[in-house]
């Protein structure tokens, strides 16, 4: 009875175990990301990551000034 049980579950894996075809998408990733920074170009992805590792907070972003 326990076997006819399992038979019809499906096997997920957990979240956050790594398996083969995460590893090369987040290779993959980490490739192109590489590849930018060897031609000067910045990774929006990993924009915030950078920052965070050099200490640096962004200034705010200005749209417009209004003289008042």
Known sequence: MADKDNDDMTVVPIPGEDNEAERQRIRKSNDRDQEMERHGERSRHNQGYDEAAD???PGPEI???VDE
């Open 63 to 65: 749209e417009r000034v």
């Open 55 to 57: 200490g640096i907070l």
